[in-house]
């Protein structure tokens, strides 16, 4: 169907070492996607975007991959902090939609 | 304002009981958008304002749910005869323009129907 998902559920990683937080979607219509992070209590919280023509976008410690031929899409976190320990989403739009749709979300667990 | 603020934040209804939740959007905000989370789930939209005009209502899932944004700025997401499946997070967010614009998402009202 035409939905965006993530492959792994729960990632643990070391504080310090870089996190990468994948995901596949499978509508080729859509041209814009987008990383949200959500802490226990909270609304998403927006993180970075990126359209469908670019391949990579850089913001402040974080990354976002995107690969058209294969539908997939990655968030980089460089150096982990404690205060990244949330759920990611990834999620994606159509331009001739405004709504956006979400994935299942990955639980990022940081390691002491 | 400062952010995307909801009211309630936590609301327990009864079965069959209506709930009115409200959604205050950034100052000047054109859209404004209801999605429900579903726990441990990503959230799914509800519905979607441009001003006062509601564009899309494709996600609703029954016509207990109604929801309004009169003067183009406050919105309301009602729920009628409340049911047990209605349990979630119902998740409020504006964007400055309509389109492809970074959505801004308030805190949520978790909403628990017994």
């Known amino acids: 169907g035409e939905s965006v998902g993530l492959h792994l559920p729960t990632l643990s990683v070391q504080e310090g070492d870089n996190s990468i937080i994948n995901c596949a979607y499978s509508?080729?219509?859509?041209?814009?996607f987008i990383w949200y992070k959500q802490e226990s209590g909270k609304g998403p919280q927006f993180i970075i975007d990126?359209?469908?023509?670019?391949d990579k976008r850089q913001g402040q410690r974080v990354t976002v991959l995107l690969n058209k031929t294969v539908k997939h899409l990655s968030l980089q976190i460089a150096a982990t902090q404690p205060g990244d320990s949330a759920v990611y989403f990834c999620?994606?739009?159509?331009?001739?939609?405004?709504?956006?749709?979400f994935g299942k979300g990955t639980r990022l667990h940081i390691l002491p | 304002g400062a952010g995307v603020s909801q009211s309630p934040r936590y609301k327990v209804a009864k079965r069959g009981q209506d709930v009115a939740l409200r959604c205050d959007p950034i100052?000047?905000?054109?859209?404004l958008f209801w999605y429900q989370q579903a726990l441990g789930q990503g959230p799914e939209f509800l519905t979607y304002?441009?001003?006062?005009?509601?564009?899309?209502k494709s996600g609703l899932p029954s016509d207990r749910f109604f929801a309004e944004r009169p003067e183009g700025s406050v919105s309301t997401l009602k729920i009628q005869r409340t049911q047990q499946e209605d349990s979630a997070v119902y998740l409020c967010?504006?964007?400055?323009?309509?389109?492809?614009?970074?959505?801004?998402f308030g805190p949520g009202t978790r909403l628990l129907v017994l």
């Open positions: 967010a504006s964007s400055a323009h309509r389109g492809q614009e970074t959505q801004y």
């Open positions: 990126i359209r469908s023509n670019m």
């Open positions: 304002f441009q001003n006062e005009a509601q564009l899309d």
């Open positions: 100052s000047g905000h054109v859209s």
């Open positions: 999620a994606e739009n159509m331009n001739r939609d405004d709504k956006i749709i």
């Open positions: 509508n080729s219509a859509s041209d814009y």
